[in-house]
């Protein structure tokens, strides 16, 4: 006992004499005395030039030091600088391993980075190069005690931990100025300060931030204020952050000198242990725009799990735009773009992120779905139904009057604005390759180009650079249509493969409402199958091959009469003048029907063919659609009664006679003014008339000498006919006599 006795009285002896020692040094040595000394040591060990202009103070209880206006220069100039520093320590608490920082304040921090036009930092020089053929010295293996891994075992297994606690952090006007020559972008950070007081693990501390940044390129300036309560373990793998205020007021070229505010808050939690984390009422917003969630996270690898909500208010994009100094985005309608949210639950198995019961609002329009995104492979699933949506209502709108008239001539031609400018690609080749989707979108309603489309089923897929258009159907004017289309992106030289039916679309109301044209109405019936390969426009045309095969039942040529047409021929052949006027606007017939074939820009036509009232219309002719061109012979064919006028009566002359119209032009300038009568192919059609006529008058001719020779050969078979009946009559008036004695004997 006494040996325990007498050895705790040496330690308590030696703790003594060293907080002795360490009193009678505070109090005797001076550090400022040791300036040159720790100039000199700094300068020598590195490329700083240290100037200690202010006081060195020290403390005992507390234990501290100050430092006073400190400055190193690097190479002439200002590297580091700072106005004060203090740090102090409670002397007892590192008595009793339980170390307090009473202060530390860290005031007028100036520091200078800068990357030169190599792109070498500053701070890469700080050390002086060793001289060449010096290797850096090996440090030997020091054996683990068996005391130090009985330590280490110790606190792996949950021993005490250390208890650190700081009574008070202060930094206040700190700066910090980074210059990057190579690319002339400069940031400064100033005004930037950190209090926090009671920093305890295990303990919740407040803590206050505020800073303003600077950056050149583009110039933009950042006030930020942050202020949150803290909290972590003493194992430091558990850590919370409750009360949240997070404020940044923003301006500069990014905002066209706009002010704009973005705020944070809500509360967060973290634990590295279980590798989980949540966010508690978070919210986000940028001027007008505010977001909120609740998120559960758990897994910090490449499979993480989420739980939670996600929503985003009703908000105005215009006003957003506004308030963001962006450009405005001009609609036909006004009132667009006003009402916009969006909700969501997201959850989803480790390494996929799902959305469900998703609502998206855009003004009058509401979707609703559900998907997925599958973080290993960025595999993308989503479905989407929405029920209405006017798509013209967000198109720009078409200028008016004279500003459409300056605008148009103003505007380049098509052929010269391609020319102007250089094609560029359609499809990001590289992004489509390493696309994983699976998309099913449905809308009740789609109006887009005036155009009113119902019921709309469109479903894609993307893997490994081979993209399809699986479906993409709907009901259009009275009818329906369907197409799917095939792009196979895995070559630089993407093949296209697309095909399309339309089944008893009424061209007149869609027409009407696509461009205003009204020329032909009935109801349309066409097959499209197409191949083309290409990654830009033009080789998508010249590549372009297929056919069109299409029917047209029931309907009629508007804004051009047919009839007429004809009837000028034949009046010309009856050599009569037409006494109508009142010919009408329109053609109707029962059936059109015919074949395109695709080659490149040309649609070639050979099988035009249309039953009219009396006529059968037949042509072929081309399509050229890179200049909007049409070629068209046509022919009408006589084939009955075509109109009641006395000069268009058909006769023998022009039966099966065909008369010629042609229509050329522009058919995206004047639709109406294409067709009219062909007088340069008349002359083939007279010379039709002509043969008709001789084959009639040589008709006639045999007719009427087969009625002569007919006439003749009753003539003579009479004249045969009458000796004979004379010569009967002798031979009967001889033997009559005898005849009649005979049968008066036999009977009596």
């Given at each position: ?20 020692a ?10 400022n ?78 520091a ?9 930092g ?19 293996d ?15 297994e ?9 009574e ?13 020559l ?36 583009p110039?933009?300036?950042v006030d930020?204020?942050i ?17 949240l205020s ?15 505010t ?85 959850g ?70 391609s ?5 560029t ?19 009740g ?11 709309i ?24 249509f369907?197409?799917n ?18 089944n ?14 009204d ?20 080789a ?11 029917n ?11 009839t ?5 021929g ?22 059109m ?5 695709i ?24 399509v ?7 070629d ?80 003749k050969?009753?003539?003579a ?10 010569k ?21």
């Amino acid at each position: 006992m006494k040996v325990i006795r007498y050895a705790l009285y040496a330690v308590i002896g030696l703790v003594v004499l060293a907080v002795a020692a360490v009193a009678i040094a505070v109090a005797v040595i001076n550090p400022n005395d040791y300036k040159p000394q720790i100039e000199a040591a700094v300068e020598k060990q590195t490329n700083l030039d240290l100037i200690l202009e202010g006081d060195i103070g020290w403390s005992f209880i507390p234990l501290g030091l100050e430092l006073n206006k400190v400055e190193a220069t690097l190479e002439g100039e200002r590297f580091v600088a700072l106005e004060q520093l203090i740090a102090q320590i409670d002397f007892w608490s590192l008595i009793t391993m339980s170390p307090q920082v009473n202060t530390f304040v860290l005031n007028g921090l100036d520091a200078h980075f800068e990357v030169n036009e190599q792109g070498e930092g500053n701070w890469a020089r700080i050390m002086k190069e060793k001289p060449a053929g010096t290797a850096a010295p090996e440090q030997a293996d020091t054996p683990e005690t068996p005391a130090a891994s009985e330590e280490t075992a110790e606190a792996s297994e949950g021993g005490e931990a250390l208890n650190f606690n700081v009574e008070n952090v202060e930094i206040s006007d700190a700066r910090v100025h980074y210059n990057d020559l190579s690319t002339g972008q400069s940031v400064v950070l100033e005004d930037f300060s950190v209090l926090a007081s009671n920093i305890t693990l295990g303990s919740e501390f407040p803590l206050d931030i505020q800073f303003r940044v600077e950056t050149a390129q583009p110039k933009l300036a950042v006030d930020g204020s942050i202020s949150a309560k803290l909290k972590a373990n003493q194992a430091l793998n558990e850590f919370t952050m409750s009360g949240l205020s997070a404020v940044f007021d923003m301006n500069g070229e990014p905002f066209s000198g706009k002010s704009v505010t973005a705020e944070l808050g809500g509360s967060l939690a973290a634990n590295l242990e279980d590798e989980t984390a949540s966010l508690n009422d978070f919210t986000a917003s940028l001027a007008n725009l505010k977001l909120s969630t609740n998120l559960n996270v758990k897994g910090f690898g490449d499979k993480p799990a989420l739980n939670g909500s996600l929503a985003i208010s009703e908000f105005s994009l215009k006003e957003l735009l506004s308030n963001l100094g962006q450009p405005a985005i001009e609609t036909t309608d006004p009132d667009v773009l006003e009402a916009i949210a969006l909700s969501t639950n997201l959850g989803g198995k480790p390494g996929t992120v799902a959305l469900s019961d998703l609502k998206i609002t855009l003004d009058d329009t509401n979707f609703n779905g559900n998907g997925s995104y599958t973080l290993s492979n960025g595999g993308l699933v989503f479905n989407l139904q929405g029920d209405k949506l006017n798509a013209d209502r967000y198109l720009p709108p078409a200028p008016e009057g004279n500003a459409a008239a300056e605008a148009q001539s103003e505007t380049p031609t098509a052929e010269t604005a391609s020319a102007k400018q250089p094609e560029t690609d359609l499809l990001p080749l590289e992004t489509l390759r390493s696309l994983l989707l699976d998309i099913n979108f449905d809308l009740g309603e789609l109006i887009v180009s005036n155009l009113t489309i119902n019921e709309i089923k469109a479903s894609t897929t993307a893997k490994d650079g081979l993209l399809k258009v699986d479906e993409f159907s709907g009901k259009l004017y009275y009818g329906s249509f369907g197409a799917n289309v095939t792009i196979d992106a895995r070559t630089d030289n993407p093949k296209w493969n697309i095909r399309s039916d339309v089944n008893n679309v009424q061209t007149l109301p869609l027409l009407t409402d696509l461009a205003e044209v009204d020329m032909l109405s009935g109801g349309a019936n066409f097959n499209l199958a197409v191949n083309t390969a290409g990654n830009r426009i033009s080789a998508l045309r010249n590549n372009a091959k297929g056919e069109i095969s299409f029917n047209l039942a029931e309907g009629e040529f508007r804004q051009m009469n047919l009839t007429r047409m004809a009837c000028q021929g034949i009046a010309l052949v009856n050599q009569e003048q037409l006494s109508t006027s009142d010919w009408g606007t329109t053609t109707p017939f029962n059936d059109m029907r015919g074949t395109l074939k695709i080659d490149g820009n040309t649609l070639n036509n050979t099988d035009l063919v249309a039953e009219l009232a009396g006529m059968r219309l037949e042509g072929d002719g081309t399509v050229e659609l890179e200049q909007s061109e049409l070629d068209y012979e046509v022919g009408l064919r006589i084939v009955g009664d075509i109109h009641r006028d006395q000069a268009c009566r058909t006769t023998e002359y022009v039966q099966n006679v065909v008369i010629p119209v042609e229509c050329r032009g522009n058919f995206a300038e004047d639709p109406a003014g294409l067709c009219s009568f062909d007088g340069s192919r008349f002359r083939d059609t007279l010379k039709d008339i002509a043969a008709n006529a001789a084959r009639a008058k040589a008709k006639e001719e045999i007719d009427r000498a087969k009625e002569k020779a007919r006439e003749k050969a009753d003539e003579a078979k009479q004249k045969a006919k009458d000796k004979v009946d004379e010569k009967l009559k002798e031979k009967l008036g001889e033997e009559g006599g005898k005849v009649k004695d005979a049968l008066k004997g036999l009977f009596n």
